[in-house]
């Protein structure tokens, strides 16, 4: 199974900043991506972080909002652009193996925008 | 969008097995059905996931009736530490444009009474 590490852990920033997220794994994943978590909801996906190439981005989340990098197999980034109280969150990454197989999180990062 | 209908609450007694279903009329000939779980403030879980034949792992068994439109997650003998929220999602596993991503529901939060 692939540990999943994100930094920071939490974050209270100010509106109309921004904030970077990093994610680690600690082996080579084929795919990953980004969800958002806000308060007492379910999860929903934000992109799948692309290796190389533009991140993909599901209905409703648009590159200067969030963009994403993706340098190498083991590591992304979000970043939370020109931010706002309704960004306030966790976010949290993913990766798998293949397109199938069982896909593992990380810890999240709670973010509170005020 | 999720394609999956779960009840938004259930409880079990301790020690006995928790039994959740989940609707999944429209499910693709290429989707699978998986299962994860979210602990209070923690990523979500992989639990278990099939494509049409039980499955059983050293946590849970999944049951997916003939047709492929239901199918029923047991925790043979519960604890307290199942409490979560428990995510059924059906999910493309080879020729699609949502290839390998996971779209969470609501989920059924399983609370376990000691």
């Known amino acids: 199974s692939a540990v999943i590490s994100q930094k920071p852990s939490r974050d209270i920033c100010q509106r109309g900043t921004s904030l970077t997220i990093q994610c680690q794994v600690d082996s080579q994943v084929t795919m990953m991506f980004w969800y958002r978590q806000q308060p007492g909801q379910s999860l929903t996906l934000i992109a799948t972080a692309n290796q190389g190439s533009e991140a993909t981005y599901e209905s409703g989340f648009v590159i200067d909002k969030f963009p994403i990098s993706r340098p190498n197999l083991t590591f992304s980034t979000l970043t939370v652009s020109n931010m706002s109280p309704e960004d306030s969150s966790i976010y949290l990454c993913?990766?798998?193996?293949?397109?199938?197989?069982?896909?593992?999180f990380g810890p999240g990062t709670r973010l509170t925008v005020l | 969008d999720a394609k999956t209908t779960q009840p938004t609450s259930m409880d079990c007694a301790e020690g006995r097995a928790a039994n959740l279903p989940c609707n999944h009329s429209t499910i693709s000939g290429n989707e699978y059905v998986y299962w994860y779980r979210q602990i209070h403030s923690q990523g979500p879980q992989y639990i278990i996931h099939g494509l049409k034949n039980n499955e059983t792992n050293e946590m849970a068994s999944l049951i997916i009736t003939e047709d492929r439109k239901s199918s029923t997650l047991i925790l043979p003998h519960a604890t307290l530490r199942d409490t979560a929220v428990y995510y059924c999602i059906v999910r493309v596993a080879w020729r699609g444009s949502t290839l390998g991503r996971l779209y969470f529901g609501r989920g059924t939060q399983l609370t376990v009474w000691p």
């Open positions: 993913s990766g798998q193996q293949g397109s199938y197989n069982e896909q593992f």
